[in-house]
Structures are given as structure tokens and as C-alpha cells.
């Protein structure tokens, strides 16, 4: 058995701490040691983005991030989105423009948004596109999902 | 059946869907998200070789790694005979799904699995599949359509002998059927022609490209039953084949169906459920099973490349005189390639009187291919359409008009004989014409950007396929619906929603739910976009199935007659005898007293199933220098029967015109000369990102399928025929060049134009 490391992080506000193997990645330590399943895996190579998570407030690929490397950071994940009894903007945008199929992507897709909308909140449909071209759907040709970040958008911005 | 269109207070309305807040909290729980207490994590080895003898598999360092609890070979599969069964009304041969879900004694393609293991992390796992040792003999391959017909090719199964040939042969061959479709005079068709045009195309490989990998948690029970939690389009389906796989009863299975990420018609199959059940019954414990994208990409899917011959002549007026078309489909590594429904859908939206069309389906060292949205249908579209439209251009026809005088309508023979019932072809050509899309000016080109337009339509049949649900009342006057059809694209949200139209209910008044193998009937699998239409029908069938109950209910209430009840926007009343009513809500707190709770039930094997229609149009814009092509603007347009959530109707449509920009532009298959699969990764597999797109405007044309109580028809296939044709015929009229390869990648457009341009 190997080793395994103790980790201090910050999860959505909480603070957390767990024990990890080196090879874990954050991805593998978020779903199978915490629990977290909310952040999904579609490749592993950091090509499809449905791992997506902010960490110190710039988006990441969890999947190519250690566990090791969470120590002292902060991470939020698809499960800090909601605050208790109401969804963010992101995510009821998306339920009203039925920006989801699968739902599979959908998770990344809400962490990429928010990253973008938290470093841009007007952003231009380009800009929208630009951002989220890290993330793969592939149920959606994306239409549904840009329309909702643009109106979540507006929406926060009081327009 | 009376279609009554214009009553329907929730048919037609956009709901939020009812599983969306699991799905944007990460609640959902799809196949991978299942974690069993003492859960082991398989690994599955795969043959780094197209094609190879098995000589040897040594598992002892594998078995002697601390904590690997067991090994799986071939060996641990009963051994089947061959033979095909029918499994609802798909044929398989369980020999042939055996051997693909592990390779006997050779392996036929790069990534057939050849053994598996179970450890105790998916770490171990993996160290242990590398502690493997298999010895192979390395054998001659074979991954060209063409090549493999030839008589010297090498052969993948000595036992195959071709199906469908005028007379019996003996001879080893990798051609597993043939078909043959002909009607009137060909020969005479030609002469008839002003014009004749005539091509050879070339599709590569592609992949459906879900997002989510395969997976599968088996438990073994020592009393012999097996749950398996699967992402699956199917669970019936992936617990039939579970048990023809491994020789075992059906019912000694459970398959509970998770989320599911995507599958497009590639998670019909099953690759992974046999192997977590035998390394479940091995070891006692469950155990879970994922593939990487690269083990997606090399061993599940992908779709049929092709070799396409069309030919065909059309004299002054505009009228096709002839058209005779040839295809051979890869197969994979088993016999399978949709060449047959190819076959039956090139020529499908034109009325035809001489046509000949013969299809192939021929083995190649690859994988086995799957279904992929209007499987088979895409591939003969990018060869007829792109045909049809060089007619039209060369008779100085407009493309739509030059359908106008060609398309099929109600009553027209389709290639394969039968008559078309109410089709809605014409209105979508119409659809197009009529867009603002289409009205707007051609886009012009200017210096080093080439743009052009081109449109393309597309057939496919749908699917009717069985299906069961069941409507509960609840005590509160709500409803659930309970189905067996796994949801991919907001199928709970139009069942809930039929029922509640039925039911006079609010949307959100209905809850849905999609139940395992032992809560509902039997219902086949999410595909040949069935589920609104067959399932929709079953949910409508138990949903009157509750009304009647409800009013029986009152009229015991009442002391009436059954037949004097009437119920109407969610309330029961009776007009003899005084004006009595009770809504739903009141009338579902007094079941107790009334006879008992009320569960509407019904099963269906619907036949009325409404064939499908699309014709699309896009603006592209091509760099000469560079080969790229950029989608400027694309409009999509469908009969849709009737749209019962219009946003995810649309959504369907928009998807898979992505996916036919992907297939038009830059997927495909990039095998090595060793036979190895060089892009099994998404950064080399290049899908389209949300930058490659823009905005995709969607029609929905609603021309009411007759044999569907609410006029439904299936939508989520046929968008995807037109795009690579359509992209082909406007890339044509940015740049002059007839493109007859897909993809139509930068490197082929840019070597298409200096072959031009060296002509001149
Ligand atoms: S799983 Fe991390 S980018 Fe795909
Ligand atoms: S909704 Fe299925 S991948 Fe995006």
C-alpha cells in the first residue's frame, strides 16, 4: 500500500481535509475519496473539461491535478454552485433554456461559466464561446448552452 | 386516429425539465457515480494488434500483485454456438458477442479486450493488466472496405460465408451479406437523361463521441441473482445480451439503469456488464468497471466508414430518370454495418421509377461497429445528395426546386418497396425555401475568403420497438409515470408531459421516473428515436387507462354508471341526474372508500411509426490556403410530427447538426500501417467545440404522424444526415471543387483545390 498523504483544503467554502495516495488525481480524490461525484470524468487528458473546477479562482481540470496539490487551496466544485434553497443564476439558466441533454458536460460547463462570468460578467457571445471552448459537449451543438450563459449573465448584471 | 392538434393545453409547452436540478447540482447519478461498501475497480487488457493469434495468456504476475482478488480470459465465457436469435427484433449472434467482449483465440482489432481484472483500486488494477503476459502470432490484416472484399484478403472469421447471394457459397469471405434493391429500367432510365452524373466516395470511420466513458457495477449474490448498475440505453436490452452472452437466465439478472452521458445509438450494446458480473461472481465482492476514452475510441462505436458509387441522370424537366447506387460498409470485426438501412434510405425523399441499389457488409480489422444516429443513413446521403445537387446545378435548376419536382409524398414507393404514408418532406423543402435564412443574400466572397451555400435533406424511418408504462395516481391528486426508457435528451419530461395533458394536470404535476428491469415491463432500449413516439404511446395508452379507473372510481362514489362520468381538465362530473363534479384532488383522497388506489398500465408495440424528414441549409466560408472551412450560418428544418417540448426538439436538432459538422469537417478513424488506432484521444479525435459553431436556427415543421395518438414522430436522428452533404455542396460553390471524401479535412480540401486549379 502506498503511503498516503495528508491533505488541508478548502472545498466550497468548508474546510476539508483527507488522506490521499500521490497518484491520485484532485478528480479521483474529489469523486472517490470525498464523495463529490458532481465533477464528472470524460477523458483524463484534459481534452473535454466535464472535470472542470475553479482552484484559487482560476479554472482547472481536475484530472490533471494532483490530490497533493489541493493542500491550502480552494476549490469549488459544481456542489458549491446552489446556495441552500436557491440554484445560481448559471444553473437555472440553463434549466430554462434547456441547455442540457445528457447532463453529463452540464457540470463543467457551470463551473467554465462561472469561472468566465467571475473574470468577465458581460461577456459577448464571442467571449462566451471563447470560454467555454474547453469544455466538450457533444448532445447540445452548444446553441442552448451559450444562449443560457449570456442570459445568466444579464441576469447577475440586473439587465 | 383523430389528431386533435388544437386542444392540447401542454403538448407543445417548455417546461423546466423534472430530473434538471439533479442535473445542474451534480446530483444525478450516472453509471460511474455507483459506489458499493468493499467495491473492487476492474481494468480490462487490451491487443495492441489488428490481428493476431493468441498463443498464450500468462496471468500469474498479474495474480500474485497484493491486491489484484482476480483474472478473467476468455476462458471463464461459456462457449457458445453460432447462430443468430432474435432479441426483441434486432438479430444476435451470441457467438459473435461473446467473442467481441473477449477475444478467444484471435483478436481482430486494435483494442479487443483479451483479459480483465479485478483489484482493489483501479490503480492496481491497472499495474496488473500490464503484468499480463499474452504471445501473439502476429496475421495479416485488413482495414480497407475495398481491400477486404478482394478474394486474397485476409480472413477475419473462416466460419462466415456470405448472406443474401442469388446462390450458396462455401468460400471463406469477409463479406457477410449482401443486398439488392431494383426496381423499372435502368438502362432505358439513362437514356432517358439529359444529364448523368456520376461518383465515387469514401467515408472514414467515426466515433458517436459521448462524453461519458462506458461502465458498469456488478453484485453478485451467492443465490445466484446479479445486479448490474450500467449507463446504458437499454436495460432490458443490456440484460437480455448479459444472459446470451453468458448462458444464464435473464430473470437471474437485475439491470438498474443509471444516468446515462450520451450514447447516441453506441450504448445498445453491451462491452462491460458480462465482465463485472463474472469478476463480481469470482470474487464475491461488486465490482466496477470504466474505460478510458482511449478504450472507448479503440473498442466501442465507432461507426462504419464506406465506399459509395452513385450514379444518376435526370432529363430537361428536372426528372431523376435513373439512379443506381453501390456501397460497401465496414462491419468492424463482426458482421453488422447498417449497410442495409443505407440501402433503404439514399433515394428515400425522391420518387423513383428505375433505381438500383446494392449494399455490402464487409469485415475489417476495427472495431465492431454500433448504431450511431440514423446509422448507415449519413454516409449514402453525403454520396446521393451531393449527387442530386450536381443535377440540379448542371440543368440550371434551384436545388429546392429541383426537390420540389422529385420529393416524395404520401403514397410514393420508398427504394425498399413500401408506400410512405403522410410524410412532411415537401414542407421542410418548402420550410427552407421559406426561411429567413435561405431569403437572405447569398454570401459573398471576398479577397482569400471563399463562401458559399449549400443545402441537402435526409430520411430516416424511426422506430417503433415495445415499450410499457404505468400512470399512479398519488394521494395528493398527482401523478407519477413510471417507464423502462432510459433518459438521454429529456424523454421524462415529454412522458410526464403526455400524461398530464391526458390527465389534465400541470407538467409539474407529473412526476416521471424510469425504473430497473423488475419495476416496469418489458421496454426496449433508447434508440431509432422511439421513446417519445413508443414510449409517449404507452404513456398516453396507461394514462386513459387511470381516466377510465378515476371515473369508475366516481361513479361508485356517485352510485352512477361508469358511462355517465365524464372527466375533463382534471375533474370528474357527471351531467345526469344533477350537475355532481370533484376534481382530481378531491376525488384521489376518497379512493380508499371508492374501490382502491388507481394505477393505469399499458403496453404497446406501436406500428403507426411516422417516418422522418430534414432539410438543411448552411453558409460556409472557406481559406484556400489553409483548407479550413468555417460554418458562417446553418439553418436546420424538420417535420417533427408533433413537438411535445419544442426546446428539447431543437435541442436534438442542434446537436446533431454538431455532430455532422464534426463528421463533414474533421472526425475520423487514423489507423497506422500496423493497423493501429493513432487518435484515441479527444485532442486528436476533434470534435467540434463551441467555437467551431455558430447559432443553429431550427424549423420545426409539425405534419402529425397518423398513427401516434398525439401525432408524434421521432426527431432525433435525421438531423444528422444532411450536414456533411449540405457542407459539401456549399463548399462546392465557394470553391469549385466536388468534395467526394469525408472528412473533408483541411489537408483533402486544400489537395481538392490544387488538383483544381492544376486542371485549368
Ligand atoms: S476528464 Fe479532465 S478534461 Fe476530460
Ligand atoms: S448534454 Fe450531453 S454532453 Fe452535453
Redesign the pocket.
Known amino acids: 500500500m502506498a503511503n498516503k498523504v495528508h491533505v488541508e483544503t478548502t472545498l466550497n467554502g468548508e474546510a476539508v481535509e483527507f488522506l490521499c495516495e500521490p497518484r491520485q488525481s484532485l478528480?479521483e480524490v474529489l469523486r472517490d475519496v470525498l464523495g463529490f461525484t458532481g465533477t464528472?470524468?470524460?477523458?483524463?487528458?484534459?481534452?473535454?473539461?466535464?472535470?472542470?473546477v475553479i482552484l484559487d479562482g482560476r479554472i482547472s481540470?481536475?484530472?490533471?491535478v494532483l490530490g497533493v496539490e489541493a493542500q491550502g487551496k480552494n476549490i469549488q466544485t459544481v456542489e458549491g454552485l446552489a446556495q441552500a434553497d436557491k440554484l445560481h443564476p448559471l444553473q437555472q439558466k440553463f434549466l430554462e433554456h434547456a441547455a442540457l441533454q445528457c447532463g453529463i458536460c452540464t457540470p463543467?460547463f457551470l463551473v467554465a461559466a462561472k469561472a468566465l462570468l467571475d473574470r468577465n460578467p458581460n461577456p459577448t457571445e464571442h467571449e462566451v464561446r471563447y470560454g467555454l471552448a474547453?469544455n466538450?459537449c457533444r448532445c447540445t451543438g452548444y446553441d442552448k448552452i451559450v444562449r443560457a450563459v449570456l442570459d445568466a449573465a444579464a441576469v447577475m448584471q440586473g439587465r | 386516429m383523430e389528431v386533435q392538434e388544437h386542444k392540447f393545453k401542454v403538448i407543445g409547452t417548455r417546461p423546466i425539465r423534472h430530473d434538471g436540478v439533479d442535473k445542474v447540482t451534480g446530483r444525478a447519478k450516472y453509471g460511474a457515480d455507483i459506489s458499493l461498501p468493499g467495491m473492487l475497480h476492474g481494468r480490462v487488457l487490451r491487443s495492441p494488434h489488428a490481428h493476431a493469434r493468441i498463443k498464450s495468456i500468462d496471468t500469474s504476475a498479474a495474480l500474485a500483485l497484493p491486491g489484484v482478488k482476480a483474472v478473467l480470459t476468455s476462458e471463464d465465457f461459456p462457449k457458445l454456438a453460432a447462430g443468430v436469435v432474435a432479441m426483441g427484433e434486432l438479430p444476435m449472434n451470441p457467438r459473435y458477442l461473446s467473442m467481441n467482449l473477449m477475444a478467444q483465440d484471435k483478436v481482430l482489432y486494435d483494442g479487443h479486450a483479451v483479459a480483465a481484472v479485478a483489484a482493489t483500486s483501479s490503480h492496481i488494477a491497472e499495474e496488473a493488466v500490464k503484468l499480463i503476459k499474452v504471445e501473439y502470432e502476429l496475421l495479416p490484416h485488413v482495414q480497407n472496405v475495398l481491400d477486404a472484399m478482394k478474394d486474397n484478403a485476409p480472413i477475419l472469421l473462416p466460419e462466415l460465408r456470405t448472406s443474401g447471394t442469388p446462390e450458396k457459397s462455401d468460400k471463406e469471405t469477409n463479406i457477410a451479406s449482401q443486398l439488392r434493391f431494383a426496381r423499372g429500367d435502368l438502362e432505358a432510365g439513362f437514356k432517358a437523361a439529359a444529364v448523368v452524373v456520376e461518383h465515387e466516395f469514401d467515408t472514414a470511420m467515426v466515433h458517436q463521441g459521448y462524453i461519458e466513458p462506458h461502465n458498469a457495477v456488478a453484485q453478485y449474490n451467492t443465490d445466484g441473482q446479479t445486479t448490474i448498475w450500467t449507463s446504458t440505453q437499454g436495460a432490458f436490452t443490456a440484460r437480455d445480451q448479459c444472459a446470451l452472452a453468458l448462458d444464464i437466465p435473464a430473470s437471474s439478472i437485475k439491470v438498474v439503469p443509471a444516468e446515462i452521458g450520451g450514447g447516441f445509438g453506441g450504448k445498445i450494446g453491451i462491452y462491460l456488464e458480462p465482465l463485472a458480473l463474472l469478476l463480481s461472481k469470482k470474487t464475491g465482492k461488486p465490482v466496477k468497471l470504466i474505460m478510458s476514452?482511449a478504450d472507448v475510441l479503440r473498442a466501442t462505436g465507432p461507426t462504419s466508414g464506406s465506399h459509395i458509387r452513385v450514379k444518376m441522370g435526370a432529363n430537361k424537366a428536372g426528372k431523376i430518370t435513373a439512379a443506381q447506387v453501390w456501397m460497401a460498409y465496414e462491419a468492424g470485426a463482426f458482421p453488422g454495418s447498417p449497410v442495409g438501412a443505407g440501402c433503404m434510405t439514399a433515394l428515400a425523399p425522391y420518387d423513383l421509377e428505375n433505381l438500383q441499389i446494392d449494399g455490402f457488409d464487409v469485415l475489417v480489422n476495427k472495431p465492431k461497429t454500433a448504431a450511431y444516429r440514423a446509422p448507415g443513413s449519413t454516409n449514402a446521403a453525403m454520396g446521393t445528395e451531393t449527387v442530386v445537387d450536381e443535377l440540379a446545378e448542371k440543368l440550371g435548376i434551384d436545388p429546392l426546386e429541383f426537390r420540389r419536382i422529385n420529393g416524395a409524398k404520401e403514397g410514393t414507393a420508398q427504394p425498399a418497396g413500401p408506400k410512405f404514408p403522410r410524410i412532411g418532406f415537401l414542407e421542410t423543402v418548402e420550410a427552407i425555401k421559406n426561411s429567413p435564412h435561405y431569403q437572405s443574400p447569398q454570401p459573398k466572397s471576398g479577397k482569400g475568403k471563399l463562401k458559399g451555400r449549400g443545402v441537402a435533406s435526409g430520411f430516416w424511418f424511426n422506430a417503433g420497438f415495445q415499450s410499457s408504462a404505468t400512470v399512479n395516481i398519488n394521494t395528493d391528486g398527482t401523478a407519477s409515470v413510471v417507464t423502462g426508457s432510459t433518459d438521454i435528451g429529456g424523454t421524462r419530461a415529454s412522458c410526464a408531459m403526455i400524461a398530464a395533458e391526458v390527465l389534465g394536470l400541470k407538467a409539474e404535476e407529473v412526476h416521471p421516473v424510469v425504473a430497473d428491469t423488475e419495476s416496469i415491463g418489458h421496454t426496449d432500449m433508447t434508440g431509432g428515436s422511439r421513446v417519445t413516439f413508443a414510449t409517449g404511446y404507452a404513456v398516453y395508452e396507461a394514462a386513459q387507462d387511470a381516466v377510465n379507473q378515476l371515473k369508475q372510481r366516481a361513479a361508485t362514489l356517485w352510485k352512477a354508471k361508469p358511462e355517465e362520468v365524464v372527466y375533463q381538465d382534471g375533474a370528474v362530473s357527471r351531467t345526469t341526474n344533477g350537475n355532481e363534479s370533484m376534481t382530481l384532488k378531491e376525488l384521489a383522497g376518497k379512493l380508499p372508500r371508492a374501490g382502491g388506489p388507481v394505477a393505469g398500465r399499458a403496453s404497446v408495440n406501436p406500428r403507426g411509426v411516422g417516418p422522418a424528414f430534414a432539410t438543411h441549409v448552411v453558409d460556409v466560408e472557406v481559406d484556400p490556403e489553409t483548407g479550413k472551412v468555417e460554418i458562417l450560418r446553418y439553418t436546420a428544418t424538420q417535420d417533427v410530427g408533433k413537438a411535445v417540448h419544442p426546446s428539447y426538439v431543437e435541442g436534438q436538432m442542434q446537436g446533431a447538426v454538431a455532430q455532422g459538422v464534426g463528421w463533414a469537417l474533421n472526425e475520423e478513424y487514423f489507423y497506422d500501417e500496423k493497423g493501429t488506432l493513432r487518435n484515441a484521444g479527444?485532442l486528436d479525435y476533434r470534435m467540434p467545440t463551441c467555437l467551431d459553431l455558430p447559432m443553429i436556427e431550427t424549423i420545426l415543421v409539425e405534419v402529425p404522424n397518423p398513427g401516434h395518438p398525439i401525432g408524434v414522430r421521432g426527431v432525433g436522428e435525421v438531423p444528422i444526415i444532411p450536414p456533411p452533404a449540405a457542407i459539401a455542396n456549399a463548399i462546392y460553390r465557394a470553391v469549385g471543387v466536388r468534395m467526394t471524401e469525408l472528412p473533408m479535412s483541411p489537408p483533402r480540401l486544400c489537395k481538392a483545390i490544387a488538383e483544381k486549379s492544376a486542371k485549368k
Open positions: 478528480l464528472k470524468e470524460g477523458c483524463l487528458t484534459g481534452d473535454c473539461g466535464a472535470c472542470s481540470c481536475s484530472c490533471l463543467g474547453g466538450l | 476514452r479527444f
